[in-house]
């Protein structure tokens, strides 16, 4: 793991959810646990999302790469999830959205978090959206 997103999850644990730094004053952030597709070791990850009722949304942008992050292939791989959300955690299982009902949902972030337009415009790739539901 790099040491932006360590430093991102150590101030996440220590303040209950909230970081600073280009996340500051977002109070949609999480902390996701994956299994890795090739390693099979547990990979940790700070994301935002984008709440949606009963489920939270993860948008695999890569900050408009041209691939996917790892992370997506992890859940591909083996869609089971851990989240941290604040002071909860939580076990949940990851959906990928497709059609009308993804487009909607970026949009929805796109809305939120406007910097996810530029991500959809710098890559060719359609940028894929999770569903996460609690067990």
């Known amino acids: 793991m790099n040491a932006f997103n360590q430093q991102v999850i150590e101030e996440f644990r220590a303040n209950k959810g909230r970081v600073g730094g280009p996340f500051e004053g977002r109070d949609n952030m999480v902390i996701i646990h994956t299994t890795g597709a090739r390693s099979g070791r547990t990979i940790t ?17 890569n900050g408009g790469a041209d691939k996917h992050p790892a992370w ?5 791989a083996d869609p089971a999830i ?5 002071e909860e955690t939580y076990e949940g299982r990851a959906e990928l ?4 009902e993804r487009v909607e949902l970026y949009d929805r972030m796109v ?3 406007p910097g996810f337009a530029e991500y959809r415009d710098k890559t060719s790739r359609e940028i894929p959206v999770f569903a996460v539901y609690r067990k």
């Open 82 to 86: 851990t989240i941290e959300l604040g």
């Open 111 to 113: 809305a939120l978090i």
């Open 72 to 76: 997506y292939h992890n859940l591909v």
């Open 45 to 61: 990850n700070p994301l935002v999302y984008l709440p949606d009722g009963d489920r939270i949304v993860l948008i695999a942008s």
């Open 97 to 100: 959205v497709h059609g009308q």
